[in-house]
């Protein structure tokens, strides 16, 4: 099973922080890492869950209202004493560049599917192709005509469909060219043959920020007789070091 941090180490750290990037980097035997884009206001590339900001930060409204300046003022607080900014996909770069170059992934998950962000496609390409780590990165939207766009800028690119059932993704992923299909755990639907032939990575929800370790394991060879190859954790930590 491959083993991915889900926004970073995201369980113990605030998610989609450099502070949750910097500890999933330690991870020797990690797969990669998942995080999350959205757009600002004047076309910036941030890296942050939610359309809005009112759940992980001080503030309210949505991410694009915000200029990168403005949003750069924000907290996230992993605890009273200690807080995070929203980082930039530059920024986050710039922390894990080095492992992409000698074999970490990243997946990328364009948040595009509730506001559409024109564009978004073809800036996430550019930077990819500046920093030369296109080889190195997953690309994955809920929104399956985000996917076929990416494939037709750069049919290279590697790109996985999002949803909650295995059974959707497949169905979705027609036409879009997308080489994995990435449900929630719980959404294997469909028998492991019909599946067999795909990277099935899966998501899970949870205590996503900030809570307390866990300190339980999955079975994580059930999930993999079910046809899930990779998986998604909040605490990789857990599993790999
Ligand atoms: O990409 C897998 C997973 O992160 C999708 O759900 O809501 O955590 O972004 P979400
Ligand atoms: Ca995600």
């Known amino acids: 099973m491959k083993i991915w941090a889900h926004r970073g180490c995201s369980q113990r750290y605030p998610e989609n922080t450099l502070l949750a990037f910097e500890k999933a980097i330690k991870l020797n035997n990690l797969t990669g890492i998942e995080l999350d ?31 990168l300046a403005e949003l750069k003022r924000l907290h996230i607080y992993a605890d009273v004493n200690q807080s995070q900014q929203i980082p930039t996909m530059e920024e986050v770069f ?3 560049e080095p492992r992409l170059k000698t074999g970490m992934k990243v997946n990328i998950e364009l948040k595009n599917s509730v506001y559409p962000y024109p564009g978004m496609e073809e800036k996430i390409l550019d930077l990819a192709a500046k ?30 469909i999002l949803d909650s059932k295995v059974s959707d993704c497949l169905y979705k992923l027609r036409g879009t060219g997308a080489d994995a299909l990435h449900p929630y755990w719980k959404g294997i639907d469909l028998l492991p043959d019909r599946i067999k032939e795909y990277t099935v990575r899966a998501w899970f929800t949870g205590h996503l920020y ?16 079910s046809g899930i190859t990779d998986v998604f954790l909040n605490e990789p930590e857990m599993y790999i070091n």
Do not use: C, W
């Open 210 to 225: 900030p809570e307390k370790p866990t300190g339980t394991r999955l079975d994580l060879s059930e999930l993999e007789k």
């Open 94 to 96: 710039d922390l894990i």
């Open 131 to 160: 920093r030369g780590v296109e080889d190195a990165i997953v690309f994955s939207s809920f929104s399956a005509k985000s996917m076929e766009r990416i494939k037709k800028l750069n049919p290279k690119a590697e790109t996985g």
């Open 37 to 67: 884009i959205q757009l600002t206001k004047d076309g910036e590339i941030v890296v942050i869950h939610d359309e809005r900001v009112d759940r992980t930060t001080e503030s309210i409204g949505f991410v694009r209202d915000y200029a």
